[in-house]
């Protein structure tokens, strides 16, 4: 890799943030509008169904399995391979009659009565019914609220008012991204992913306090430059570490994504698009917002009174 | 400044404190390292059944006669642990033992530690695993609370009806509306008043509201309706205890979840149709006079009972002659609580009949006063085995006698039971008693099973995967930042036997989603020492001394660590809140590793820094 040089660099970052904020605009006016159109491919967690993964000794042909899923009075279940040939994944939607709690049970027990099943195992069974689903959801929903409520409330008492809008709007944006990622692309979207994007809300964060930190601390120190001279050289100033730490979390997300198996897909997808978006916003929305709302050095300078109280 | 000598030089307690840490962590990680053996526990199925050195034995012999290859028995309070080399081995053993040994014994599945036993005496455990890594049944069950409600208020209507006629009340109706509560219509307002003083005197748990013309509702108060929903949650929390030890599962899980909700957990269950048979089997309650005339323990010897009676066994084991005659099934039974009896302060157990029921009772026990009437309790069950290739289900019943108790009196609408040697005693009485007549409707809403192979194949997944991720970090800091990559991967080793340690010793529970918080957290960490490094190098390129150096970047990059691992923290402590299962194991694992992370990675990194360049000058310093 060698010492790639990411220091003394100057890049005019803040030039470019009307270009920036109608990127991000448009980006997350494509991402709303794939969640109003095309909606979200919510996974079983949330819409509540069966899933059954089944195991087979030898390489299985999935019409076979849907027809014997289908002669079995499972017409309505979607069948696919999932990893490997020998792994298939059968998905019920949820069931109004019936007992939805053995239906496990008895898909398992249809495909190892068919020609070719003897050996089938299940390797994994989840069943959730409607009301949970709905929980979950409901759940989940307030746990990304209380998170970025909690953070806002945090960073608004350790930094200056402006600089905590500018963290928000970059969070927000960072999470409509990735939710609109997996919207545009219909990736599956459950439990895990959920957790991923709330780990997402706290990685964006972190990587804005950083940028926040020192651009605060550069308003202190430095008595010449406007305020967008401060900003850019904060970000050109914290631009390695920014990059040192995103391709950090990076790499060990894509450890994740190729070895953790497909279970881990969707939470590794989630982590890398917002991992990428993250440190974009950094610089990009959290920033500018603060420059747009008129950040300026008095409002940074601690107030008077209070240094004079700190002193031992 | 000071002069850049005495800079980065900690006290000796300091390095002796991170050293106590970290061998804390070392010692408490350690039984992580020897993994777990397929092993298949047998304890008694009732206490009077004795584990002890004949019976193992008993279980030797059994296991040598098959030629099974183990590795060792151990005998543990209670329960005698069977080791083996592979799950095959264990499966085969513990359906052979299954057979031999009968009812009598549980035999249940184990993954056994395999750390040396003086580990296991010092309380020392490897990370409890969930039920994603080791296989297993996860159902979460919901109890029909307004079918809990019905069931009372319907009691309700039958009692206010025998109130209204003892006391010569006229009504022309008494009903459960749809809306809940009793109703009562009367033909005129005197009659009303007359009955809403009689109800408020003989029923005052109930409220009353006077509805026009000529009604009045009454309806059950909060405390009462709360009082009823928790104990028809722990009444099946208890019978579902019951059918659970009989499933034969090392460490179940039962436990409530929030007010109407039940979570099974059985790690290694594997025959999960099985499981819900044994978990949705009905039960119902017989009383029968005891056969008096006969000797019980005679006609257990014999294992033949007289003419006109029944042989059974109590809870104990013991023999118990009842008549064939059953005097009163268990759909008579309107409520059942345990109280303590006023007049002597013991332990008592207070059933209510409904009317039909009322009227049988007197009847039996009017001319049997002195003698003992047993209740039995019937499971229906139904199970599922394989005979000859084919699965064929077939039902049996278990009955079992839960008291006998001497008839004092002649009993009517409400009696009690006493005799109870605790307060316990009467809990379980009660609650067995319900569970035969009353049992609330329970229905499972959640489920996830995970084979024992996909478990197996998940956690191998997921430990590579940290690996990996712990040597890719490693090499990416080591080109980056030379010595001080070397100083941040030892912090980052650090930092994962720290976790693990703090795992092992909560004994909270590891998810693969958890196995992902611990990457996450390793990619999270050297974020510290990025800062810390970033800022050492910033301090260099403006002039400063490499000891100044130092010490600035250490001292000035806090304030940020700080900042960004607090904000972390706040989204993993609601993630923990919200979240449910797996989700809660990426919580736990995340807030953990930030909070051992920023040990690690800003004073286990110091402590090194200082000890390898501090308290000598240096001329230039590599970051």
């Known amino acids: ?312 | 400044m000071s002069t850049p000598y005495t800079l980065n030089q900690y006290p000796w307690w300091k390095y002796l404190l991170i050293g106590l840490v970290m061998l804390w962590g070392l010692i408490f990680a350690l039984p992580n390292l020897f993994g777990e053996d397929p092993a298949v526990q047998i304890s008694g199925a009732r206490a009077n059944i004795a584990i002890d050195a004949a019976f193992q034995n008993r279980v030797a012999a059994l296991i040598d006669a098959e030629k099974l290859p183990h590795k060792r028995l151990e005998l543990e309070e209670g329960r005698l642990l069977i080791r083996f080399p592979d799950t095959e081995v264990q499966l085969k053993a513990a359906d052979i033992l299954k057979d031999q040994l009968g009812r009598d014994y549980i035999v249940a599945l184990n993954l056994a530690s395999s750390a040396p036993g003086f580990l296991r005496a010092m309380g020392l455990n490897p990370m409890y695993l969930g039920l994603d890594l080791r296989g297993g049944v996860h159902f979460l069950m919901q109890v029909d609370m307004d079918a809990t409600i019905k069931q009372i208020e319907d009691s309700y209507v039958d009692e206010v009806r025998v109130q209204l006629r003892t006391e010569k009340v006229q009504y022309s109706s008494v009903g459960r509306p749809a809306s809940g509560g009793v109703q009562v219509e009367f033909k005129d307002a005197a009659e009303r008043d007359k009955a809403a003083a009689v109800l408020r005197k003989n029923l005052p748990s109930l409220e009353q509201t006077a509805l026009d013309p000529l009604g009045l509702k009454l309806s059950l108060r909060e405390p009462e309706i709360k009082e009823k929903r928790d104990f028809a949650l722990q009444q099946n929390i208890t019978t579902l205890r019951n059918r659970v030890n009989e499933l034969g599962v090392a460490e179940p899980i039962i436990q409530q979840q929030g007010s109407d909700r039940i979570v099974v957990q059985l790690p290694g269950v594997q025959d999960t149709a099985r499981a819900k048979e044994i978990l949705g089997a009905t039960a119902t309650l017989e009383f029968r006079l005891a056969d008096e005339e006969n000797d019980w323990n005679q006609a257990a010897t014999t294992g033949r009972a007289p003419l006109n009676s029944r042989l059974y066994k109590d809870r104990e084991g013991r023999p118990v002659l009842l008549q064939k005659r059953v005097m009163l099934t268990g759909d008579s039974i309107v409520d059942a609580s345990s109280g303590i009896e006023q007049q002597n302060g013991s332990p008592a157990v207070y059933v209510t009949l409904d009317g039909k029921g009322a009227k049988r009772m007197e009847d039996a026990t009017k001319d049997n006063i002195g003698k003992r009437m047993g209740v039995v309790f019937i499971e229906n069950k139904t199970e599922t085995k394989r005979v000859d290739g084919e699965l064929k289900k077939t039902a049996y019943t278990v009955e079992e006698v839960i008291n006998v108790a001497v008839i004092r009196d002649r009993l009517g609408r409400r009696f009690q039971i006493t005799g109870l040697d605790s307060t316990r005693e009467a809990r379980d009485l009660a609650l067995l008693l319900r569970a035969g007549a009353l049992a609330s409707p329970i229905e499972i809403i959640e489920e996830r099973t995970v084979g024992p192979s996909a478990g197996k194949e998940n956690i191998a997944q997921g430990f590579r995967a940290a690996a990996i991720s712990l040597l890719v970090i490693a090499v990416f800091m080591t080109l980056r930042y030379k010595n001080f990559g070397l100083i941040a991967t030892a912090a980052l080793a650090a930092n994962v036997v720290l976790l693990i340690a703090a795992l092992s010793m909560l004994q909270a529970t590891l998810t693969l989603p958890g196995i992902a918080g611990i990457v996450l957290t390793m990619g999270m960490a050297v974020d510290a020492n990025v800062l810390i490094y970033e800022r050492i190098r910033e301090e260099l390129r403006n002039g400063n001394s490499p000891q100044a150096a130092i010490h600035a970047g250490f001292d000035r990059a806090f304030d940020t660590i700080l900042d960004s691992n607090l904000t972390t923290l706040i989204a993993a402590i609601m993630l923990f809140g919200f979240g449910t299962g797996p989700i809660k194991g990426f919580a736990v694992t995340l807030s953990i590793g930030i909070l051992t992370s920023m040990f690690t990675a800003v004073t286990g990194s110091r402590a090194l820094v200082n000890l390898i360049y501090g308290g000598r000058k240096l001329q230039k310093l590599t970051v």
């Open chain 1, 1 to 312: 890799m060698g010492r790639f040089s990411l220091y003394n660099t100057n890049i005019d970052f803040l030039r470019w943030r009307q270009l920036a904020m109608i990127w991000s605009v448009t980006v997350l006016l494509i991402a709303v509008g794939s969640l109003l159109i095309r909606g979200m491919s919510l996974g079983l967690d949330f819409t509540g169904g069966t899933v059954i993964e089944v195991q087979y000794p030898q390489p299985v042909e999935i019409p076979k399995v849907r027809e014997t899923l289908a002669r079995a009075g499972f017409g309505d279940a979607q069948t696919q391979h999932f990893g490997t040939a020998r792994d298939v994944l059968i998905r019920i939607p949820p069931r109004e009659q019936g007992n939805a709690a053995t239906l496990s049970n008895d898909v398992l027990h249809a495909l190892q009565g068919a020609e070719g099943g003897a050996g089938a195992t299940l390797a994994r069974a989840e069943f959730v019914g409607p009301q949970v689903g709905q929980e979950l959801v409901e759940q989940g929903g307030l746990a990304a609220l209380g998170a970025l409520a909690g953070i806002l409330l945090y960073v608004m008492f350790r930094f200056e008012w402006r600089l905590a809008v500018g963290t928000i709007a970059a969070t927000v944006h960072d999470v409509i991204f990735t939710v609109g990622w997996f919207s545009l692309f219909q990736i599956e979207f459950d439990l895990t992913v959920l957790a991923a994007v709330l780990a997402v809300i706290g990685y964006s964060v972190n990587d804005t306090v950083v940028v926040l930190d020192r651009i605060r601390e550069n308003f202190r120190k430095r008595r010449k430059g406007s305020a967008m001279e401060i900003m850019n050289a904060s970000i050109n100033e914290t631009l390695s570490r920014t990059i040192m730490t995103s391709v950090a979390t990076l790499l060990s997300v894509i450890v994740l994504y190729f070895l953790g198996g497909v279970v881990m897909h969707g939470f590794s997808i989630a982590m890398i698009v917002g991992i990428l978006v993250g440190t974009y916003s950094s610089i990009y929305i959290a920033s500018a917002t603060a420059l747009y709302l008129g950040v300026s050095r008095e409002d940074l300078l601690p107030r008077a009174k209070e240094t004079a109280d700190d002193r031992p």
